[in-house]
């Protein structure tokens, strides 16, 4: 009996150990951080300031294979574009994207660099001449997020939350953010951007979804900071069609841009 009942034990805790191994083991393989790494996002973001727009909405040069008909308008606004993959064979279902604008602002809205821009438009007597450190302490900064709209793949009209599984998640995905007069960004000149915490801001990037394979959501982000953002350029393509009219994807070519 003392024999049989030690063999039973053993059994218990053999199965029990050999449970708690299994799932730890399956939890440490399909953690969403795991999953996540197979997001790619560009290095870096570009302007692209010889944009075509149809009623403010980006449209793709490359996809027009006739004519520029006259209510299409070049290079009205400048466009920001970044661009993110999903790497994994399982796709992405029930998707949203949110594209976030972090800076130092004013209580009112203003940055930095307008109240040094307004200063300057009053002559050679203004207060601070063009340096952040005369700024009184007096005037607050605070870091303030906005939230930026944009246009998913040059599809028309603004796409905040997809919601929605999508078919062609394997492609690369392109967002574009027109910098018009209701951005947060309009005529912001990035070649005068410097090193300064008042002077500096990041454009975040942050992506939901869930893993058909796992069933487990997901988040990825990624954050462009000014000098990473290049001024006149625009992306190289990475994907192209084979002869057997197969979608060949590049994923080397995801940061890869071209400057005018």
Not at 59 to 86: H, W
Not at 216 to 222: E, G, L, P
Not at 249 to 259: C, T
Request: with cysteine; charged share 20%; proline share 6%.
């Amino acid at each position: 009996m003392y024999s049989q009942a030690i063999v039973i034990i053993e059994t218990l805790m053999s199965f029990l150990f050999t449970a708690v191994l299994t799932a730890m083991v399956v939890m440490k393989i399909s953690r969403p951080s795991r999953l996540t790494r197979r997001i790619l996002f560009s290095r870096v973001a570009v302007v692209d300031f010889q944009a075509l727009h149809y009623q403010n909405q980006i449209v793709d040069l490359q996809e027009l294979s006739r004519p520029i008909p006259e209510q299409f308008v070049f290079g009205k606004y400048p466009v920001l574009t970044m661009r993110c993959a999903n790497t994994r064979r399982p796709q992405l279902v029930d998707t949203a994207l949110r594209l976030l604008l972090l800076r130092h602002e004013t209580l009112d809205g203003k940055t930095a660099r307008q109240l040094l821009d307004e200063d300057e438009s009053l002559g050679e007597d203004s207060r601070y001449k063009g340096d952040f450190n005369q700024i009184p302490p007096t005037i607050t900064f605070i870091q303030r997020f906005r939230e930026l709209d944009f246009d998913l793949t040059h599809q028309k009209g603004r796409v905040r939350g997809l919601s929605y599984p999508m078919p062609q998640l394997p492609l690369p995905w392109t967002i574009n953010h027109t910098l018009d007069p209701s951005s947060p960004l309009h005529g912001i000149d990035f070649s005068r951007i410097t090193d300064h915490p008042l002077d500096s801001f990041e454009v975040i990037i942050v992506l939901d979804g869930v893993d058909e394979a796992v069933s487990m959501s997901i988040q990825a982000r990624w954050s462009y900071l000014p000098q990473e953002i290049i001024w006149n350029a625009r992306f190289v393509g990475m994907v192209t069609v084979t002869q057997k009219s197969r979608y060949e994807i590049d994923y080397a070519q995801i940061s890869e841009f071209v400057k005018f």
